[in-house]
Every structure is written in C-alpha cells, then in structure tokens.
T-cell receptor, first 113, second 110 residues
Framework: DSGVTQTPKHLITATGQRVTLRCSPR?????VYWYQQSLDQGLQFLIQ???????AKGNILERFSAQQFPDLHSELNLSSLELGDSALYFC????????????FGPGTRLTVL | QKEVEQDPGPLSVPEGAIVSLNCTYS??????FMWYRQYSRKGPELLMY????GNKEDGRFTAQVDKSSKYISLFIRDSQPSDSATYLC??????????FGSGTRLQVQP
C-alpha cells in the first residue's frame, strides 16, 4: 500500500458526460500528479499540482481539468467524455516539487460507453 | 524516436532464473532513474530509485545505471512466480515530468 488513495475504483459512464476522480496523497506529500494509462499509449503524464498550485502540464486535453485543495487532495475533472477517454487514471504523489520519487495510487478505471 | 525505449516482451523465464530488464534513453539530462512494478490493473509500485550512475541493491533486486551508454538495467535474482508483472522504467531530470518506458511484461513460470 503506497498510502495514496483514489476513488472511485471503477466508473462507467456515457459519451458526453462529465466525471470527477478524486485522489488523496500520502501524508506529508505536497505534490500530486495525474496520469492516464491506456493500452496503446502507455503511462501519460497529464498534470502536476504542488501545494495547491498548478506546476506542470503534460498531454492534458482541454476537456480535462484538475485542482488541488487546501487539504492537498486533488480532483481530476473529465468532461464531454469520448470513447477514447476510457483508460486507467492514476494519481501519484511526492514530497517535493521535483518529479522524482513518485508513489502511485491504485487507479480509477474509467469506461465510456 | 522515443526518449525512452523498453522492450515490451513478454519475457518468460522459469522460476529461480535471473531476470534482466533494460531501458535505453536518449536524453543525457536524465539524472534520476526508477523502476516500477505494475501488476495487472493495479497502480505502479516503486521498486528502485537511483540517482546518477552506479548500482543499487535491495534484496533480490539490483538496479544499474550506465550514463555513458544511456542504459539502465534491473536484475531480479531467484525469480518467483509472484514477480510476474509489467516492469516500467522511469527517468527524470528533476525539472520536468518523469518519462516512462512502455513497460516489459515478465512471466515467471513455476
């Protein structure tokens, strides 16, 4: 158990809908990272937050957004969902703002029908 | 060409074998090197973390980094069926997001 929690474990929804994925980092970690993992794309970095502020953006679509709250938990919002958004979404956390030792949560499996 | 190349496998070995997993990379600015183990549909688990060149050992696992050749390796001694998983290498500069390999699927046959 990495200490990073994610909810929900599974999410099934329809195209055009909006969902919110939640992540709680390890105790003491200030950075949160979101990743998408699909079969044909591997692990893709989406976005990073550090202590409530956005620090880096990767391959995140404009339909996706995230935020980190004062208690350091983070939410990833996915809107206008398409079939191709079906994937595993992972949250990771680390102590500092550098991108090194990251600890991953168990993931949320999103299925868009 | 990808920044990090990793053979997808699958790599099938008998129980007790020594396993060698490798990644090559092109970005000479990488200084931090990690290996993650990912069981099917689970989150990646950090196995080894190495800064710069050299070797690091932890139990049955040894990580090697050769920056001159831009090549990193993970060795697993006395492999067990429970080691069957996908192994992801990851590396970073410390200033931007980690770059992950595509993963090597390992199967250890009892």
């Amino acid at each position: 158990d990495s200490g990073v929690t994610q909810t929900p474990k599974h999410l099934i929804t329809a195209t055009g809908q909006r969902v919110t994925l939640r992540c709680s980092p390890r105790s003491g970690d200030l950075s949160v990272y979101w990743y998408q993992q699909s079969l044909d794309q591997g692990l893709q970095f989406l976005i990073q937050y550090y202590n409530g502020e956005e620090r880096a953006k990767g391959n995140i679509l404009e339909r996706f957004s995230a935020q980190q709250f004062p208690d350091l938990h983070s939410e990833l919002n996915l809107s206008s969902l398409e079939l191709g958004d079906s994937a595993l979404y992972f949250c990771a956390s680390s102590v500092s703002t550098s991108y090194n030792e990251q600890f991953f949560g168990p993931g949320t499996r999103l299925t868009v029908l | 060409q990808k920044e990090v190349e990793q053979d997808p496998g699958p790599l099938s070995v008998p129980e007790g074998a020594i396993v060698s997993l490798n990644c090559t990379y092109s970005n000479s600015a990488f200084q931090y090197f990690m290996w993650y183990r990912q069981y099917s549909r689970k989150g990646p688990e950090l196995l080894m973390y190495t800064y710069s060149s050299g070797n690091k050992e932890d139990g049955r696992f040894t990580a090697q980094v050769d920056k001159s050749s831009k090549y990193i390796s993970l060795f697993i001694r006395d492999s067990q069926p429970s080691d069957s998983a996908t192994y992801l290498c990851a590396m970073g500069t410390g200033r931007r997001a980690l770059t992950f390999g595509s993963g090597t699927r390992l199967q250890v046959q009892p």
